[in-house]
């Protein structure tokens, strides 16, 4: 199943040292402080706030209700021994695209059959979080047999998100007609923050989440027009920038470039009504849900919640700001999330609409309920699996697919108790 998915000055702000990667402990005997409840519910989030003198926007932006799921779930190992599988896609047969970070794509049958990978896929920058990315089915998959996917391009100087697309061959074994369609800008010679997920609007346009590179003498791109880190671009099939696209024709403006001010998006969904809607990692404490909108700015690292890794501030940042969009949602502390998916299939009836996203700190699968916009209900599930889930994608049959991120990843079914 294929999956659907203001311009501002130039800024440059003093840095302050701080790793971006790592967990700041919290003593044990540390009392929960929750910032600002919802109001006739108890939130499912009780932990120490990373940021506890940051305050929500409005109510219900931080910490919803806690919801459980009625419906007895089981979950179905497909198939182990993927190595650091970072995107599932299922297919109109019912078997399952899954790429492997150090640059393999392979299909897993609906039983569970492992694939050799398929051959044709460029090289990966493997180092770090890079590697092979996002893949996704071509609209016209059924018919023209045709896949995307994101990737760590190696390049000379460093490396860079790229999208490639190809054809793949009837007996499912290679890709043909290879071709690299979108090259974000500019290299670097880093490991992080590459994004990046993949989703086909209604539009039919391709929407590409791209990471600010994290390093602090790149991440004030995420700012600048001229340069596509930290930002959602959106592109045609074949990678140019379409017309209607917000900067394109704008003196200093990248075409492709749809939102700006993100930090590192590694997951994306559209909802059945068209919304685009990204789950982005963020500083610690300040992970966000947000709605994206054409044009909008959504504000890192200029205006965040949270605190750098090393515990310190985020260099000159504040909460809000008037001309940035404030996230739907923000979790402090953090999930790390990865891949997104809304559910509407029949199989959980009570799950209709619900947001899904792999949550990767705290292992586990977390399900949004979101009404009006805003998010009225949380639930993480599948926590005693104890594993790092990277993404999310329901199939035809209305099951929920997971792949789990380590070296002997997993992949999982996941349908209602019979």
Not at 270 to 289: H, I, R, T
């Amino acid at each position: 199943m294929a999956k659907f998915r203001k311009f501002l000055l130039l800024v440059s702000f003093t840095a302050m040292a701080g790793s971006a990667c790592s967990q700041k402990e919290i003593a044990q005997d540390d009392t929960p402080t929750p910032p600002n409840p919802p109001a006739n519910c108890s939130p499912l989030e009780t932990r120490q706030a990373n940021a506890p003198d940051q305050k929500p926007a409005f109510a219900g932006q931080t910490r919803a209700c806690a919801i459980t799921t009625q419906t007895g779930i089981s979950v179905t190992v497909l198939t182990k021994g993927l190595e650091k599988p970072w995107a599932v896609e299922p297919l109109p047969d019912g078997s399952l695209l899954v790429t492997e970070k150090p640059g393999r794509l392979r299909i897993v049958s609906a039983t569970g059959a492992l694939g050799q990978p398929i051959s044709g896929v460029p090289a990966v920058d493997a180092r770090g979080q890079g590697g092979l990315l996002d893949v996704a089915l071509s609209p016209g998959f059924s018919s023209d047999n045709t896949i995307f996917w994101s990737f760590s391009e190696p390049r000379s100087g460093g490396n860079a998100t790229s999208v490639a697309r190809g054809v793949l061959s009837s007996d499912r074994k290679s890709l043909s007609d290879v071709r690299v369609i979108f090259r974000a800008m500019p290299t670097y010679n880093g490991t992080m923050h590459y994004g990046s997920r993949l989703e086909f609007g209604p539009d039919g346009m391709l929407y590409v989440t791209l990471g600010e590179r994290s390093d602090l003498q790149i991440r004030p791109q995420a700012q600048h027009m001229n340069s596509h880190m930290g930002k959602v671009v959106r592109i045609t099939p074949d990678g140019t920038a379409p017309a209607d696209n917000p900067f394109n024709g704008q003196a200093g403006s990248l075409p492709e470039i749809w939102t700006t001010g993100h930090r590192n998006v590694q997951a994306s969904a559209f909802d059945s009504n068209g919304k685009f809607w990204v789950v982005e990692m963020g500083p610690q404490g300040g992970d966000e849900l947000n709605l994206i909108q054409k044009g909008k700015n959504y504000g890192w690292p200029l205006v965040t919640y949270g605190e750098e890794y090393s515990g310190q501030p985020v260099p000159n940042s504040v909460t809000a700001k008037e001309g940035f969009e404030q996230p739907v949602y923000y979790w402090d502390p953090v999930i790390a999330p990865s891949g997104a998916q809304f559910y509407t299939g029949s199989a959980f009836s009570e799950w209709r609409g619900n947001l899904f996203v792999g949550g990767m700190k705290d292992r586990v699968l977390v399900r949004l309920r979101i009404e009006n916009d805003k998010v009225t209900g949380e639930e993480h599930l599948l926590k005693d699996r104890g594993q790092r889930i990277r993404d999310v994608r329901q199939g035809a049959d209305g099951s929920l697919y997971v792949v789990t991120d380590q070296s002997n990843g997993e992949l999982w079914k996941i349908s209602p108790q019979r």
